[in-house]
T-cell receptor, first 113, second 112 residues
Framework: EPEVTQTPSHQVTQMGQEVILRCVPISNHLYFYWYRQILGQKVEFLVS????????KSEIFDDQFSVERPDGSNFTLKIRSTKLEDSAMYFCGIRQGAISEQFFGPGTRLTVL | KNQVEQSPQSLIILEGKNCTLQCNYTVSPFSNLRWYKQDTGRGPVSLTIMTFSENTKSNGRYTATLDADTKQSSLHITASQLSDSASYIC???????????FGTGTRLTIIP
């Protein structure tokens, strides 16, 4: 199974601040995803990213969110002005294989105070 | 609206026993269905993935079934171990899109 790392493992921030979450796949991958999981709730799709473009996004992924792959390796999720309700685990996903096998990173726990 | 429902919500069984978890979905058109294991505070780990044409797939002590006609899947765990304690999540992908629809999961607890 490919290794995916995420940094930081835990981020604490003040409401209104910007945060950047990072995903680093070890191998070359073309398809990237971000998901979030609010404590006690199910995992929710945020966005998919292919060929340096957003291919699909959910209604959660509003103008406060953005993604990019600035150096061709790291895949980042930026939240421009965090809200209390952004507190959650954020998982990066990568895809490889003909039938869309997806693998998840260990997650970043974001706490907004 | 695409939905994935899982049952039971939680389950407690003795070590060594078998169990079966259920998943019903309404995602259409259907592409594939996956089962993931998620330990608390960790990312989901893939157990199985099945496409429309597959009706069973095994991964060690885990066996998943799929009935695409009734839109149901099950995950059977044989000879449970303490390390099987986790949440088991059913995830469905629709045909032609990238979005995964997650179930709420079954919280499985194995007791010695």
């Amino acid at each position: 199974e490919p290794e995916v790392t995420q940094t930081p493992s835990h981020q604490v921030t003040q409401m209104g601040q910007e945060v950047i979450l990072r995903c680093v796949p070890i191998s070359n991958h073309l398809y990237f995803y971000w998901y979030r999981q609010i404590l006690g709730q199910k995992v929710e799709f945020l966005v998919s990213f292919y060929n340096n473009e957003i291919s699909e996004k959910s209604e959660i992924f509003d103008d406060q969110f953005s993604v990019e792959r600035p150096d061709g390796s790291n895949f980042t999720l930026k939240i421009r002005s965090t809200k209390l309700e952004d507190s959650a685990m954020y998982f990066c996903g990568i895809r490889q294989g003909a039938i869309s096998e997806q693998f998840f990173g260990p997650g970043t726990r974001l706490t907004v105070l | 609206k695409n939905q994935v429902e899982q049952s039971p919500q939680s389950l407690i069984i003795l070590e060594g026993k078998n169990c079966t978890l259920q998943c019903n979905y309404t995602v259409s058109p259907f592409s594939n269905l996956r089962w993931y294991k998620q330990d608390t505070g960790r990312g989901p780990v893939s157990l199985t993935i099945m496409t429309f044409s597959e009706n069973t797939k095994s991964n060690g002590r885990y066996t998943a079934t799929l009935d695409a006609d009734t839109k149901q899947s099950s995950l059977h765990i044989t000879a449970s171990q303490l390390s099987d304690s986790a949440s088991y999540i059913c995830v469905v992908t629709g045909f032609g899109n990238e979005k995964l629809t997650f179930g709420t999961g079954t919280r499985l607890t194995i007791i010695p």
